[in-house]
């Protein structure tokens, strides 16, 4: 699974103390969510988990293309066709919501990252056939329903989705971020939402080359997590799915974390309540054991009050007011970042260099025995807590549909239980040496004082301002002599900054080379 930290509101896991203890190691790593998984002749993936203690559904579509996969000019599609396929199909031309909300359907929501798009929603079983049906029309039966005006509609949605996102204070930092971090041909070098720019120039042929692109079944999860096994759901998946044409083979970038060696910095002035640092670096993929060390990392560092970070900064020294770090994972390469809100007053030089000071003995001497142990339970019960629901972010079908995107096992949970369960002090250790020294970006959001104009300027109706007086030059006193050998002196003298200029000059030049050779 390993989605952990977001930029923006990192990820707090719940303590679930109670749980941990009844768990011990072993019982914890053996947990298995139990599937079968088929494949369509059209290529859709088909996962089918079985869970009857409640007459309800999770259903679950994920599509394998995010941002990463926009070209240059088309940023934003991704995340505008999220909104697009929300407003209706052929067979259907109204809202998503409406239908489901009449058999009592929960969790009904999508989302789009770097990586790809999923929607889901948990229905009561006698409400699944609509629920398929309506997923299978959006996949098969889109296209003749979008028009110029809901593409135009949409688009301003999305616009001011942007505005809103971004005019928050530090709302820019992950347009900043990437800039940085990725080169320009990087897949993650722009923000899932793309420039407005982008989003402008989007016309009906470009949105309807892109969905069908990168939205057919065979670049396409389906998961039914909850009231049905494989033997109900094959035919009825068959029957909504399986005349629905795919797309083309597609190229994808698996991994690519680009190196970074020299450290660099950037102040951004904004309208924020006060200076906060945050430092960036580029770490491995989230499918990389390293990142399960450096979620640990993170979380010894900065995940709480109680963390390295912040019981210094914020406690001891009082010279902040916030601090926190995370390790936002994704497929091809994850950012890590530590957040440090500066208190009113303090230098944010002195907040920097005590912020070091943290870093640098954390890779020094690594955490402790203790702190592994208890950032590994808190995990676990995380995760485990997660999966007592059929549904909703962090449930059965988003587990198993997320281990299928990631690694193409729907159970690839298990292995962060695993990793979670083997890391030692000293691997934590290792990765924060290897991948948290030099090639950082920090970002340093300063407020942005309020200027205004004032309400009385000058009446330039009247033209250009009339000159009435002549320029007054004020010059040195010149004194005049002549030295023992016939130089003759001319001397002026201002004293305004200890220089001396000296000029000879020569009674001798072109004139000097009549009868003789020029030059």
Known sequence: MKRRHSVFNHWLCSVLISLACVLPAKAANDINIHYEKFTLDNGLTVIVHEDRKAPVVAAAVWYKVGSKDEPLGKSGFAHLFEHLMFNGTENYDDEWFKPLQEVGATGLNGTTSFDRTNYFQTVPTPALERILWMESDRMGHLLGAITQEKLDEQRGVVQNEKRQSEDQPYGSLLTHAVKALFPDEHPYSHT????????????????????????????????????????????????????????????????????????????????????????????????????????????????GKNSRMYKELVYNQQIATNASVF?????????????????????????????????????????????????????????????????????????????????????????????????????????????????????????????????????????????TSETQLSFPNVEVTTLSNGIKLVFANRSTVPLVNIAMQFDAGYAADAGGKLG
């Open 192 to 303: 899932v939402i793309g420039s407005m720019e982008d989003l402008n120039s989007a016309s009906l042929d470009d949105v309807k080359a892109w969905f069908n692109e990168y939205y057919g079944p065979n670049n396409a999860i389906l998961v039914l997590s909850g009231d049905i096994n494989a033997a109900q759901a094959k035919p009825m998946v068959e029957k909504y799915f399986g005349d629905i044409e795919p797309g083309p083979a597609l190229a994808k970038w698996q991994s690519w974390v680009p190196e970074r060696n020299a450290n660099t910095r950037q102040v951004v002035q904004d309208k924020v309540p006060q200076t906060r640092i945050y430092r960036l670096w580029v770490s491995p993929e989230n499918t990389s054991p390293t990142a399960t060390d450096l979620y640990i990392a993170a979380s010894v560092m900065g995940d």
């Open 327 to 467: 390790n936002y994972e994704q497929k091809l390469a994850s950012i890590f970042g530590i957040s440090v809100d500066v208190k009113q007053g303090e230098d944010p030089a002195v907040v920097e260099r005590e912020m070091d000071k943290i870093i640098n003995q954390f890779l020094k001497k690594g955490p402790t025995k203790d702190e592994v142990k208890l950032v590994s339970t808190k995990r676990k019960a995380a995760m485990i807590r997660g999966l007592e629901e059929v549904g909703g972010f962090g449930g059965k079908a988003d587990t198993l549909a997320s281990g299928e995107f990631v690694a193409n096992d729907p159970n690839y949970f298990k292995t962060e239980l695993k990793e979670l369960a083997n890391t030692t002090p000293k691997k934590v250790k290792a990765a924060a040496q290897q991948w948290l020294s030099d090639g950082w970006h920090q970002i340093t959001y300063i407020p942005f004082a309020e200027h205004a104009a004032t309400s009385d300027g000058v009446d330039r109706s009247t033209g250009l301002p009339a000159i």
